[in-house]
């Protein structure tokens, strides 16, 4: 007969204390661990907006002085990380990640766990789950991979059919549901995405089955950068700020963001694509329109200056500078931020929606509070010859 020895629960109080202690002890030895700062540089727009725009939608704001983590602090910030992913996987924007949090912060954090209100704007999401396979691969600690797998999962769940992604996941209603390159939303999450199909060593613990879905809806978020290029006067040129979601054709955003072709945001999508190996000819026949837009749509003798002038307030800040467009023989090029469909006019508006041809016409408030013009188009003539003759020379057939 098997007589097993019942231990007083005295006994068994004292067992789980030591076990709690020798859990605490490993961490503490974990926190105290020197590691490498990984940069932070990818959360800055969120960052920024946190301190620099009250936002009575924010579950936290920031407190005066609030303290920060060091960047080599990396385990800190990880769980920073975690606290603010939501438990659908993603990410609501506008917080600090470096921030100290207080035991009031942290609990309101807590408490919004089940909300959905997640996004890609502002740099958001596939930057938290970029940080946390790096994390993962310094560490080793499971739960920054678990994290990251989740936050993986969402931004696949978040692809439409077409290959596209929305601003906001789940979706919501007005434009935050169209097709979003607007702040480097669309081109962001492929960067990340790309990194797993490339075998980026930071991704090396995702299984096949993840893995293969990534690269699915990699593929087809080429195939929709493609299908969304604008074609204008029966011509390839680029792309605008974002797209519908479902004809793929150029979309209103907010109310001074008008359906057109947009020089600014084509930039970055331009440059992802010359980023690709071996392109083919799709790739190569968007790269070559794309490219041509850019050398037609310049403007010469022209600058931009800001300049200060006395304070004025608008419902939205107090206003301290202006901006006057400069006739200059000697200026580099610039663009405008839009051209008009079909006339491919330089373009403006307003917060009331109407079409300016001037940048004088744009209301005080608008004028120097948006980037109406960008010198980002030379970044992409400055490269291509050299992607050119990688690719179209024959060398690398």
């Known amino acids: 007969m098997l007589y097993v020895r019942i231990l007083p629960k005295k006994v068994f109080a004292i067992i789980g204390m030591m076990l709690l202690a020798a859990n605490l002890y490993a961490q503490g030895k974990e926190q105290k661990k020197e590691y490498s700062p990984i940069s932070l540089k990818p959360f ?16 936290i704001n920031p407190k005066f002085n609030q303290p920060k983590y060091k960047e080599s602090e990396i385990t800190k910030i990880a769980d920073n990380i975690l606290l603010y992913q939501r438990n659908n996987g993603g990410w609501p924007k506008n917080y600090d990640v470096q921030a100290i949090l207080t035991p009031q912060q942290t609990d309101s954090l807590i408490k919004t766990k089940d909300m959905v209100h997640t996004t890609f704007d502002n740099s958001t999401t596939y930057t938290h789950v970029d940080y946390l396979a790096q994390v993962y691969t310094l560490t080793h600690i499971q739960k920054y991979r678990t994290a990251c797998e989740k936050g993986i999962k969402f931004i696949l769940s978040a692809q ?43 991704y090396s613990f995702l299984n096949k089955s993840l893995r293969e879905k990534v690269v699915l809806a990699y593929n087809k978020g080429i195939d929709c950068i493609l299908k969304s290029q604008i074609v204008d006067k029966d011509r390839l040129t680029a792309w605008c700020q974002q797209h519908d979601e479902v004809s793929l054709k150029p979309a209103w955003a907010r109310a001074f963001e008008p359906p057109c072709i947009c020089n600014g945001e084509s930039v970055g999508i331009v440059l992802f694509l010359m980023g690709i190996d071996h ?19 310049k403007i010469l003798n022209t600058r931009v200056e800001t300049v200060q002038v006395a304070p004025e307030k608008s419902i939205y800040k107090t206003i301290t500078t ?27 508006s307003d917060r009331n929606s109407k079409i300016l041809y ?40």
């Open 44 to 59: 800055s727009d969120s960052s920024r907006h946190w301190y620099g725009i009250h936002d009575d939608h924010n579950i």
């Open 160 to 202: 439409y059919p077409n290959g596209g992604w929305p601003q906001y996941y789940p979706l919501e209603k007005g434009y935050s549901r169209h097709i979003t390159f607007n702040d480097g939303a669309y081109i962001g999450v492929m960067e990340v995405l790309k990194k797993i199909v490339t075998n980026d060593i930071n």
């Open 279 to 297: 392109p083919n000819q799709k790739i190569i026949t968007s790269v070559q329109a794309a490219v041509k837009w850019f050398q037609d749509s």
């Open 322 to 348: 202006d901006k006057v467009v400069v006739i200059d023989s000697l200026a580099s090029p610039i663009w405008t931020r839009y051209y008009e469909l079909e006339t491919e006019r330089p373009m403006f």
């Open 358 to 397: 001037s940048l004088s016409e744009v209301s005080r408030e608008r004028r120097s509070g948006y980037g109406w013009y960008t010198y980002a188009p030379q970044d992409v003539l400055n490269k291509y010859p050299k992607w050119e003759k990688k690719w179209l020379s024959g060398e690398n057939k």
